[in-house]
């Protein structure tokens, strides 16, 4: 029936289970474990749970069958399982499919945990990882074997927001009959099609958008039925890195407003990179969602709006981009993204810092950039903040 609901209506109702009280609100099931009504009952369900069975919260759980449900349906894919982290999505959604041997192709530029999992764990265990430049189709078309099993990308980098085009990388990978696995953060789960678009599994961190309110950390991989339940689940539930009850059920308030809440930042992101183009004390501006982006049409295509993400490149490098950051009065200093809260972040000394300055260079992190994660603050005072803080600049 949630298959022809809408999207905000199955952002508040899909994969609800309600217990025999009947409550309104989802309910905690603060429980790792469940109780068998025989011996005979415990034996049947080791051997095979039902959909509303349980064995032990590693496993599964209510609570968060509740949370895998209710993204998948917001996604469009058959399954989904949840993990304690965005981290622990990535590496339970390469490290179960993977085996040594196999070569991978992925974008390089990553997130820096994302790079740390590719670059230095899958090798150690004997897959071979070509990196390319995510936005070069070419680059694609040469590094993709016949042999290739995997390519792993994020569909927006981060910080320098450039857009990879999901749909041409996918037709390359299936044509060797490669997965495509995308890293969809920047997308956020509002704007992805990325299934229908060629993605073979997509992983988010929920921590970002999901959650929203920089409460908790947590993840999801989704994809179809079998590779959920016959390739991740057992990895996951095996290895541990299970999504807690209390933190799906975090995850399913977030869910029920993330549809409000990304759009009123994408608004807000909207005025902010309107207000600063030829700002001069900006180098650039770099906004996905404004005409002036490079990629504007494939971001038009691929997802309709260009995200709650605004990076600037401040003139006269670090000691500006610091009396910026410290000049704000709204925006935080921080290192979040997604949340309610508008966080601004200096990747040079931050999240990118242990980069070799040669790789900053390549990656567009310049000493000067400032990652702006639009909140759902009024737009205008977050106008106002920025410009009164590149005054100070
Ligand atoms: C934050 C983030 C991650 C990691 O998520 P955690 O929840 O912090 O483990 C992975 N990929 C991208 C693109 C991210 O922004």
């Known amino acids: 029936m949630d298959k022809k609901w809408n999207t905000r209506t199955k952002l508040v109702h899909s994969g609800t289970r309600r217990s025999k009280y009947n409550e309104v609100s989802e309910a905690i099931f603060l429980t790792q474990g469940f109780v068998y009504d025989s011996a005979e009952a415990a034996e049947a369900r080791f051997l095979e749970a039902g959909e509303d069975e349980f064995i032990y919260a590693r496993y599964g759980n209510p609570t968060v069958a509740m949370f895998e449900n209710r993204i998948a349906a917001l996604e469009g894919a058959e399954d989904a399982f949840a993990t304690a982290s965005g981290m622990a999505a990535v590496s339970g959604a390469l490290m179960s499919m993977l085996k040594a041997g196999d070569h991978v192709v992925s974008a390089r530029a990553l997130f820096g945990s994302c790079l740390y999992v590719l670059e230095e764990v899958l090798t150690r265990y004997g897959v071979e990882v070509t990196f390319v430049d995510g936005t070069n189709l070419e680059a694609w078309k040469s590094a993709i074997r016949p042999d290739t099993s995997l390519v792993f990308f994020e569909t927006i980098a981060n910080p320098t927001l450039e857009v990879i085009d999901l749909c041409a990388v996918a037709d390359l990978a299936h044509a060797v009959d490669a997965k ?28 970002k958008h999901i959650d929203g309110q920089g409460r908790a950390l947590g993840g999801v991989i989704l994809g179809t039925k079998e590779y959920i339940r016959k390739t991740v689940e057992p990895y996951m539930k095996h290895t541990g890195g299970s999504m807690s009850p209390f933190t799906a059920w975090v995850m399913l308030k977030g869910l029920e407003t993330i549809d409000l809440r990304v759009r009123a930042q994408v608004e807000g992101a909207e005025a902010i990179a309107d207000a600063l183009q030829s700002h001069a004390k900006l180098e650039r501006v770099i906004y996905p969602g404004h005409p002036n982006h490079a990629q504007y049409d494939l971001v038009k295509s691929q997802m309709g709006k260009g995200g709650t993400v605004v990076s600037l490149d401040i003139q006269g490098g670090q000691a500006a981009a610091f009396r910026f950051l410290n000049a704000l009065e709204i925006v935080l200093i921080s290192n979040n993204l997604g949340d309610a809260k508008s966080i601004a972040t200096h990747p040079a000394t931050t999240t990118h810092q242990r980069l070799a300055d040669d790789q900053k260079e390549a990656l567009g992190i310049t000493p000067g950039l400032i990652r702006l994660s639009v909140g759902i603050e009024d737009k205008d005072d977050l106008v106002a903040d920025i410009l009164q803080a590149l005054e100070a600049v």
Not at 195 to 205: K, L, N, P, R, T
Request: hydrophobic share 55%.
């Open 180 to 207: 495509v696995v995308v890293d969809n953060v920047f997308a956020t789960p509002v704007f992805s099609r990325a299934i229908e678009q060629g993605a073979d599994v997509v992983v988010y961190s929920a921590t």
